[in-house]
């Protein structure tokens, strides 16, 4: 606190410092604070700007972290430097002056690396071995390392080592991802060292480089773009490597000075953003009529301030204007007035290899542009550019800071004569990386700009606080993630118009959380992965896919966020473990430190906008603000680790957060398998999956069972729970036939599984419900013989074991068959067997086991049977029973079952108004349920009873859209109506069939019956 009371003094602002005290600001949290925050402490509008451009102008760094004991995972750039030629430099050397020598080159390795951002690991004779990336990550990591790396190689060829002799370093650099920190042992023995392939490979490379030169890996190269020149080496073999490395010599920096240009090659047509163009573009006519303005783009890393800003340039580019660009650095923070004497070298077309005077003929004819009178200007810009001006000008004797006041006014002015000229668009980028000399200009020019024909587009991360708001020329625009649909347009642009498959791009829109650049990577990270196979039109998934890794090029800017907060880390990294959301109450209770302490942690997270906070705590809910900010803090921590945290999680979920177990068993499964609880794990997935079946969230169910048996599969014969094999094989038929279809192949063959289990730890109670869905399998299939051996087999369980519910069970599905199969007469005995199922203790058991109530389906199958054998009195007085008995139960799906066998009863007693009244009534009941198959049946059963009361043309229309339900879903369903029965509908299974069958004979007008198996399975299309 004291600190902060000594800084406020410093700035004349000692009178807050009792309310910082009071407030808890201290040092740590000082760059966190925003404009909002130093306005609820009392702090007025004059002294929050002052307080908020004191802080900008602090070291950005701040001293650097001192590397963390506990290891970690990260994605690191390794430097490798090592010395020419030193052995013969020994032998020609005393040792005193080799050790002096020695010391120098050190110190100026060091330096270099350090004045970069790196961090000097070791020294090993005479090399040197650096880390871009640790302790702390930056996102331009790579860079700065090649930066460190072409200084390094200068500074040494600098150093002086006597007459005729100078010293030459070869220098190689590998981006990737590695293990560092503590790896030997606990405090004394902490190394820093790192584990991983890019040390190796650095210095191989270093081996390979000419002296005086930088080498770099692939996928060092990848991250730097176009900010260098480089000549590719080719493929190189290395040793220890089994495939020969592209490797790259950097010969110095490009001429491409936007970063944007540089970094962000491939460009995908501009989706979105209207509002913000047409705005861009009213300003600019505004300012040709001389009202200057100003347009400040503010927005997160990668949300497309560049390209909006670009767009811009692009669209004006056909209105005559003069074009001014200019670029901060994050390099270049200190260096006085970077963006605009790099942009004045640009535009007056310095070269290399240009002579003074040369220099000095193209600045004067570059300022003669805006300038008449150049006896002021060409000296101060000149000693700006660094160009001597000989005697061509007399010589100014200013004081540095007079020379500082013309040099801006000469700056200024030379704006106002280009202005003068034509109009002008400027683009000011990066202001949160712009040196304080240049924040001057800038406030200068934007005060200016209000009378000038120009349009000055300024660009920034919130991080920077502008001072210019709510002046009447300036206006804001805050740039907002991009919406749901336009990502998966944006996927589509950077896959070249092949669609991903859906889990993947689902995958991308979820964690991208529509920040344009991490669409892209992500999108290209996946394309280049290998996960994927393009079939020409679209890129289908090789296997099973997996969570999507962060992309390499995402990796540095996403650790850098963490890395400004490195004490509260570990509660990042909790956080991560527990999800993209997590309440107070529980990180309180997992972290298991002091209160304060988590209380405290958290609200730096907060403050540094990594998570968003929703209510106080202790009822405060916190979320990750980007997903791939979780995944990065996940990503550092080590495998080990990472156990101990899920392992604290379950326990503490089960000891303490029971409503959480109950109702989230699939996050208890997640937390048990990482922490390798494998047998809780798989019994958490069987009560996720029969959660989800009981929910007919059919996918999720399968994809929970079906983890469930994998995790099963990978664990050892002893502790194997077999009984949730069994019952996960069960739920997940059950599943299937809802998820595929009935008849797909592939829930046959996990019946049949699940048959053998249950045969071999000898479960009948689990065998009927098995045999029933067998039973169902076969039928819809039109496999009857095998579905009739189904029912009979359910009988004989039933008789064998005195089991009275699977007997009658067996009755009714076996009724059920012979029904199908138009064997009326034995259909009609079994199903006349079936009144037990009327006990409501059958019912409860079968409820399990069948969708509608087997005792009134009976009725219902029954009733339909004594019709079609003539007994129209007992057929229609056992429907109404039937429909009673579902009416009674409240249960739609039943009354809806029973409905259509109503109207098939009444259609053929010849009362096609009560069919039709009927037919209205099922058809309202499966739309308002989401029932298709029952769907169809009504359409047809209300197109039948219409024809049969004369209206044959509306009669015929409803009963080809009830033919074309069963034929692919009912465009018109719901979803929910489509989810909830359409697997019957898939192409391949047998009502589809038989729909088609009908249709076509719908369409041919055949009424001819059939025989057969096609015949009794499409008994009621046969009917109508
Ligand atoms: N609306 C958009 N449509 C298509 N692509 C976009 C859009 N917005 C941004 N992009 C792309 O996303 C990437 C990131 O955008 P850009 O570089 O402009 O972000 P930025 O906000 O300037 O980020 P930084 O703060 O890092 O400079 C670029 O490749 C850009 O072309
Ligand atoms: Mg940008």
Same mark, same amino acid.
């Given at each position: ?68 004991? %506990? ?11 090592? $010395? ?35 961090? +000097? ?47 030459? +370093? ?139 800003? %670009? ?25 006085? $007035? ?83 000229? *034509? ?20 406030? *200068? ?43 998966? %347009? ?394 009673? %008995? ?139």
């Amino acid at each position: 606190m004291q600190q902060i009371a000594e800084w406020l003094e410093k700035l004349g602002l000692g009178q807050y410092a009792q309310r910082f005290a009071e407030n808890d600001i201290d040092p740590s949290v000082l760059r966190d604070l925003t404009d909002h925050d130093l306005e609820k402490i009392g702090v007025s509008l004059g002294h929050r700007r002052k307080i908020l451009r004191a802080i900008a102008e602090l070291d950005e760094l701040g001293p650097r972290p001192a590397p963390r004991a %506990e290891a970690e995972r990260r994605q690191l750039t390794v430097l490798f430097a090592d $010395l020419v030629g030193s052995t013969a430099l020994s032998t020609r050397l005393d040792p005193e002056d080799l050790q002096e020598i020695m010391g120098a080159y050190h110190r100026c390795c060091a330096e270099q690396i350090e004045k970069f951002g790196g961090f +000097v690991a070791r020294y090993m004779g005479d090399g040197v071995l650096a880390y871009f990336g640790y302790p702390r990550a930056d996102e331009d990591d790579a860079e700065r390392a090649i930066c460190a790396g072409l200084a390094l190689v200068a500074a040494v060829a600098g150093l002086d080592v006597g007459p005729g002799a100078r010293l030459r +370093v070869r220098v190689g650099i590998a981006t990737g991802l590695v293990i560092v920190g503590d790896l030997i042992g606990e405090g004394a023995s902490q190394q820093h060292e790192v584990v991983g392939e890019a040390p190796n490979l650095a210095s191989r490379l270093q081996a390979l480089a000419e002296p005086d030169t930088v080498v770099i890996d692939g996928g060092t190269r990848r991250l730097v773009g176009g900010l260098f020149e480089y000549l590719a080496l080719g493929s190189v073999s290395i040793r220890g490597f089994s495939d020969p490395v592209p490797v790259w010599r950097v010969m110095g920096a490009s001429a491409v000075d936007s970063r944007f240009e540089a970094l962000r090659v491939a460009r995908t047509p501009l989706l979105g953003r209207d509002e913000e163009i047409e705005l861009l573009m009213c300003r600019w006519q505004q300012i040709k009529r001389g009202d200057g303005s100003v347009v400040l783009i503010s927005g997160e890393p990668g949300i497309g301030k560049s390209r909006l800003a %670009e767009t811009a340039v692009e669209r004006l580019s056909d209105d005559p204007h003069i074009r001014l660009r200019r670029f901060c650095s994050p390099h270049h923070q200190d260096s006085a $007035l970077f963006p605009t004497i790099s942009q004045l070298e640009r535009a007056a077309g310095f070269r290399r290899d240009d002579t003074d005077q040369q220099r000095l003929d193209k600045l004067e004819a570059l300022l003669a542009e805006a300038n008449a009178d150049l006896s002021e200007a060409v000296p101060l810009i000149a000693d700006l550019l660094s160009v001597p001006i000989g005697n061509h000008y007399p010589p100014l004797n200013l004081t540095p800071q007079k020379r500082k006041e013309k040099t801006l006014g000469a700056l200024l002015a030379q704006l106002e004569g280009l202005a003068a000229r *034509r109009p002008v668009l400027m683009v000011f980028e990066d202001v949160h990386w712009i040196d304080p000399t240049s924040l001057d200009l800038l406030d *200068r020019i934007v005060d200016r700009v209000a009378t000038l024909r120009v349009l000055l587009i300024i660009t920034f991360r919130p991080e920077f606080v502008p001072a210019w708001i709510g002046r009447s020329h300036v206006t804001l625009i805050s740039l907002s993630r991009l919406p749901r649909r336009q990502r998966a %347009e944006m996927i589509m642009r950077v896959t070249g118009g092949k669609a991903l498959p859906q889990e993947i791009a689902e995958q991308i829109i979820d964690r991208t959380d529509g920040v344009p650049l991490f669409i892209e990577e992500l999108t290209k990270t996946v394309i280049e992965s290998g996960i994927l196979t393009d079939a020409g039109d679209r890129f289908d998934a090789r296997g099973p896919v997996p969570r999507l890794a962060i992309p390499t090029s995402l990796q540095a800017s996403l650790l850098a966020r963490l890395d400004r907060l490195a004490p509260v880390r570990e509660m990042a990294q909790i956080g991560a473990a527990l999800g993209r959301s997590f309440s107070h109450e529980l990180i309180s209770a997992v972290a298991a430190i002091p209160q304060h302490e988590v209380d405290g942690a958290l609200a730096q997270l907060v403050g540094a906008e990594l998570v968003f906070q929703r209510g106080t705590p202790p009822d405060a809910e916190y979320t990750f603000k980007h997903a791939l900010v979780q995944d990065a803090a996940y990503s550092t921590i080590l495998r080990g680790r990472r156990q101990q945290i899920h392992a604290r999680v379950a326990t503490t979920l089960e000891s303490q957060f029971p409503e959480i177990v109950a109702a989230q068993p699939q996050l208890m499964a997640h937390h048990c398998a990482e922490a390798g609880f494998n047998g809780k794990a798989v019994g958490y997935r069987l009560k996720s999956g029969q959660q989800a079946l009981a929910r007919s969230a059919m996918t999720e169910a399968v994809a929970q069972l079906q983890r469930g048996l994998e995790l099963l599969a990978n664990m050892p014969e002893e502790p194997r729970p077999v009984q949730h094999e069994l019952d996960l094989q069960i739920a997940l038929g059950r599943a299937l036939m809802a998820a595929r279809g009935y008849s797909a192949p592939v829930v046959g063959d996990t019946l049949v599984r699940a048959r053998a289990l249950a045969e071999r730890f000898d479960r009948p109670d689990r065998l009927v419900p098995l045999l029933y869905s067998q039973w169902g399998f076969h039928m819809v299939r039109s496999e009857h013989e095998l579905a009739v051996s189904l029912a009979e087999q359910m009988e004989k369980f039933g008789e064998t074991r005195k089991d009275q519910v699977a007997l009658l069970l067996g009755h009714y599905i076996h009724g059920a068959s012979c029904y199908f199969r138009g064997e009326f007469v034995t259909a009609r005995a079994l199903l006349e067997l079936c009144d037990g199922l009327r006990d409501p203790a059958a019912r409860a058991i079968c409820a399990a086991i069948a969708v509608a109530d087997p005792y009134a389906a009976s009725l219902g199958h029954l009733a339909l049977t004594l019709a079609l054998l003539g007994h129209i009195d007992q057929g229609r007085a056992r429907v109404d029973e039937a429909l009673s %008995e579902a009416r009674g139960l409240d249960h739609p799906f039943t009354v809806a079952f029973v409905l259509s066998k109503v109207c098939a009863v009444e259609a053929a007693a010849g009362l096609p108004h009560d069919a039709r009244r009927h037919a209205e009534e099922l058809v309202a009941l499966s739309n308002e349920h989401g029932f298709p198959l029952w769907l169809g049946l009504g359409l047809l059963q209300h197109g039948r009873s219409l024809t049969a009361l004369g209206q044959a043309q509306d009669g015929l229309a409803m009963l080809a859209r009830g033919s074309r339900c069963f034929v692919l879903p009912e465009p018109s369903c719901t979803r929910r109506a489509r989810s909830a029965f359409s697997p019957r509908l898939t192409p391949r299974s047998g009502i589809c069939r038989r729909g088609r069958i009908a249709s076509s004979r719908l369409r041919s007008s055949s009424r001819r019956p059939t025989s057969g198996p096609v015949r009794s399975s499409c008994i009621d299309f046969e009917a109508i």
